[in-house]
C-alpha cells in the first residue's frame, strides 16, 4: 500500500471546556436520621450550618469554582438556589470558603 494512500485518525480534540454540569435536578439528599438529643441548641445551629456549608462546597466545586477567592457571597447564594436550599448567611458562607480552603 503506497504511502501517501494510508490515512490516520484524527486525534481527538483537547478542550479546555469545564464539563458541563446538570443542576437541573435537585440533590438527593441522604436519609435523614435524628440528631442526638439532650445537646444544647447551639450545638444543633452549627452542626445544620455545617452540613449547608457543606452541600454548598461541594455543589461549587461540581460547577467548576475551585478556590475561595472565586466563591464571593453571591455565587454561593445563587448556587444555593441552585441546588434547592435557602439563601445561607455571611457565617455560613464564610464557612463555605474554609472548606474550600482546606480540602486541598
Not at 457543606?54 to 467548576?64: E, H, K, T, V, Y
Not at 477567592?69 to 448556587?79: C, D, G, L, P
Request: contains cysteine.
Amino acid at each position: 500500500m503506497p504511502a501517501a494512500a494510508l490515512t490516520t485518525k484524527p486525534l481527538p480534540t483537547q478542550s479546555t471546556a469545564k464539563r458541563s454540569v446538570r443542576l437541573d435536578s435537585p440533590y438527593v439528599p441522604m436519609e435523614k436520621r435524628a440528631l442526638p438529643a439532650g445537646r444544647p441548641r447551639e450545638w444543633y445551629v452549627t452542626h445544620n450550618r455545617r452540613l449547608k456549608a457543606m452541600r454548598l462546597a461541594i455543589a461549587l466545586l461540581d460547577l467548576g469554582i475551585y478556590l475561595p477567592n472565586q466563591a464571593r457571597n453571591e455565587t454561593i447564594r445563587s448556587t444555593a438556589e441552585k441546588i434547592g436550599v435557602h439563601p445561607p448567611s455571611d457565617t455560613t458562607c464564610h464557612m463555605v470558603r474554609a472548606f474550600m480552603r482546606y480540602s486541598r
